[in-house]
């Protein structure tokens, strides 16, 4: 792989996690935004990336690394007060995130634009009129 590869990756990464961020920012629902989606995504795909360059024969090392450790910064994320817990979207699409990065480090754009595409629907999906009536959730 070329270093105009690598960094196309890493720039695609951070793009796809832009978009997760903007969602999220737009609406005011948490204090991770483009920021900080862009950085998960980013880091995500640069591991992935120098994994592969470091050992190509066995990148599941940097790979489940990465997973453990969005993992703990996501469990930072959560918050309990009494019965209700806050912030576990945010935990689960930050680490969805990182999944966007490391499909991006091993050159899966496809599959990197799928799962964009389906968390943004996913974080969308509260808003949308029809899922308001089905729903037993009570959302703004």
Known sequence: MSHHEMIFRVFFACLLGGIMGWERERHGISTAGIRTYSAIALGSCAFGV?????????P??????????????????????GDYMSGITTAATLWATAAIGLAVAFGMYLDSLAITLLIFLLMYLPRMKWWKKISRKKVD
């Open 60 to 81: 599941a090392h940097f790979t489940a690394q990465i997973i453990s450790g969005i993992g703990f910064l996501g469990a930072g994320i959560m918050f309990r007060q």
């Open 50 to 58: 120098i994994g592969q360059y470091m050992t190509p024969a066995d």
